[in-house]
């Protein structure tokens, strides 16, 4: 009788260590870059277009105080609505790029996982997932009307600590060719540029 209570309680624990091994499968293998945005170009031309649009909403508003015929006055005032459309959403977006935040409508990566988090929410400094199962991740970002693209090559090796597997990241790099944001700069901490002491600047 005893053999079997000792047989059982080990094959209750045997079951409890797999449950727990099958929760946590992965959970140490999910490394990521970290990204920042810099809204240099892009708020420049934001500012540009705004300053635009408040000076025509104010020759619209100094014309409508001349003597025009009802039809004119309609179709300025239909004007003015329509420019403090554009001034309320250049604002917005000025307000973002003035702190290099962006609003990312979607984050698209061939055989990463994790991008739920990033759908319509407001940016600057985060971390993406990478494809472990590959030296290369591609990155395409839909953000204010936006489309840019980011791959980055990197070496990886699978590790095994006291804390459990993990993958390591280094020699983190940028295909310059495929990019297309303004431009993308790699900083390292670190000599080996391992990806938890690396930052991608993203310029747009």
């Given at each position: ?192 540029c391992s990806n938890a002491l690396t930052h991608v600047y993203l310029y747009f």
């Amino acid at each position: 009788m005893r053999i079997l209570n000792c047989a059982f309680i080990l094959v209750a624990l045997l079951l409890f260590l797999s449950c727990e091994e099958e929760d946590c499968a992965g959970c140490y293998l999910n490394p990521k870059i970290k990204l920042k945005f810099e809204a240099t170009g892009t708020k420049q031309f934001t500012d540009s277009v705004f300053s635009s649009i408040k000076d025509e909403i104010a020759d619209l508003v100094d014309s409508l105080e001349g003597q025009l015929s009802d039809e004119a006055q309609t179709a300025i005032q239909n004007e003015l609505i329509r420019l403090r459309e554009d001034s309320a959403r250049f604002n917005e977006d000025y307000q973002l790029f003035r702190v290099s935040k962006a609003k990312i409508d979607e984050i698209e990566a061939p055989g990463s996982l994790g991008f739920e988090q990033f759908q319509d929410s407001i940016v600057r400094d985060f971390s993406i997932p990478v494809n472990m199962n590959s030296d290369t991740s591609t990155y395409y970002f839909y953000y204010h009307g936006l489309t840019d693209t980011l791959q980055l090559y990197y070496k990886r090796a699978i590790t095994q600590s006291y804390e459990g597997v993990r993958m390591r990241l280094w020699d983190i790099v940028v295909n310059e060719e495929l990019s297309t944001f303004d431009s993308v700069r790699v900083k390292c901490y670190d000599r080996e540029c391992s990806n938890a002491l690396t930052h991608v600047y993203l310029y747009f």
